[in-house]
């Protein structure tokens, strides 16, 4: 997994590339964790994302809570199988995607 | 086929069972999921059957109409339909982070079965191809 950050003053758009399992999640909290010190707006690029797990859904709702307190944060371009997860577990009424 | 169940053997389980999948010509409808699912329950036993001690695997892994996917171990007794499901209509703030992985299996795959047969725990899930 590749995690392509690019910031613009408060704004960070997060492009996050393979996949996000049990092994790759934690890279991706770790990174979110620095954003909330600076970010206001999040804004998550899936266009790259080829499937996610569970573990992966932790890292996204841990993501949501704090940026709900914090700002915003937005999904964007996720493909079928991985909006299928967001349905089938209720994500996608938790997340903004756009 | 016999794993260590840790997490550092995930990427060869998927690995090994995506290869099976893809030489029988699933559907990537049909992938994503079964690996998904596969991932959800080799980590349950990784993380817990063993209470943090050693422990491995076993994977029977069977494609013919469906792909019937079994695993067994020798870890303390868990059946893992027996956990209520998570209340997936909860807003982030209620979210509960527990169950949602086996939850994902049930609702992903078109049969899930468990039994304890003496010190073993065998979980099996299938999807029709």
Redesign the interface.
Known sequence: MTINVATEGEKSCVGVVGRL???TAPELEGKLKELFETAKELELDFSEL??????G??VL?GA??AM?KIGTMTVKNVND?VM??FE???FK??LNIV | MIFQAIDSELDNVLAWVEKTLEEAMASPKVVMPFLVAVEEIFVNVAHYAYRGKEGSVEIEFLVDDKAKITFIDEGIPFDPLAKPDPDVTASADERQIGGLGIYMVKKSMDGVEYHRVGDKNIFSFWKNL
């Open positions: 399992d049990t092994v080829e499937y996610i797990s569970s573990a859904l932790r709702l949501q809570k709900n199988a299928e997860v089938i577990t209720g009424d938790i």
